[in-house]
């Protein structure tokens, strides 16, 4: 029988939810990585909706982790270690609204976290340039369509995993080593 755990869920926004979820996968002490769709102001949006740039919703994934394994500050440094905070609605090629770099607080906890880690990193001067990353508030998930999901594990060997997702999990790999 399967005990009940400790689990919390965080919703985070930085470019392509292709660049997030496969490395959030493969972070111990997450649960679950799910690419899907938040803040925009129509219901059910598609793929094609979102990459429209008029619905106003950002690509996100919203990652479920146990806190007795890794801490919402830690979700939050490695969010900042995958993506460039201070591209406004984009990241490299990826631009649009959609493409937004932005932290989705599930409780007022995570919402001081957000606020205090991008101000330390402000402070620190850890970019050149001031982070643009928006603390939003959280909206109905939608989880986007089955061939998002996993997209990595799926197509590892098309062209935008090989030279945009796989450098981040070398990333991530670094991050993890220096723990």
């Known amino acids: 029988m399967m005990s009940e755990q400790n689990v ?13 979820e496969a490395p959030y996968q493969r972070v111990p002490g997450v649960i679950s990585a799910i690419s899907g769709y938040m803040g925009g102001e129509i219901e059910n949006p598609t793929y094609a909706q979102v990459c429209s740039g008029t619905t106003g919703h950002a690509e996100v994934v919203q990652v479920t982790f146990n806190p007795d394994k890794i801490s919402f500050e830690e979700i939050l440094d490695i969010f ?5 905070p201070t591209q406004l609605n984009r990241q490299g090629n ?16 995570q919402l001081q976290q957000a606020k205090a880690k991008i101000d330390a990193l ?4 850890e970019y050149t340039l001031e982070i643009v990353t928006t ?5 109905t ?13 799926t197509n590892p060997h098309q062209s935008y995993c090989q030279v945009i997702v796989a ?6 790999k670094r991050y993890l080593q220096g723990k």
């Open 135 to 139: 603390i939003e508030p959280l909206a």
């Open 167 to 172: 450098p981040k999990l070398e990333k991530l």
């Open 94 to 109: 990826d631009t649009g609204t959609q493409y937004r770099s932005a932290i989705f607080p599930h409780n007022d906890e």
């Open 8 to 20: 919390q869920t965080a919703t985070i926004a930085g470019g392509c939810f292709w660049c997030l």
């Open 141 to 153: 998930f939608y989880r986007a369509e089955d061939y998002h999901q996993d997209y990595y594990d």
């Open 80 to 84: 900042f270690i995958l993506h460039d």
């Open 122 to 125: 402000n402070q620190e001067g």
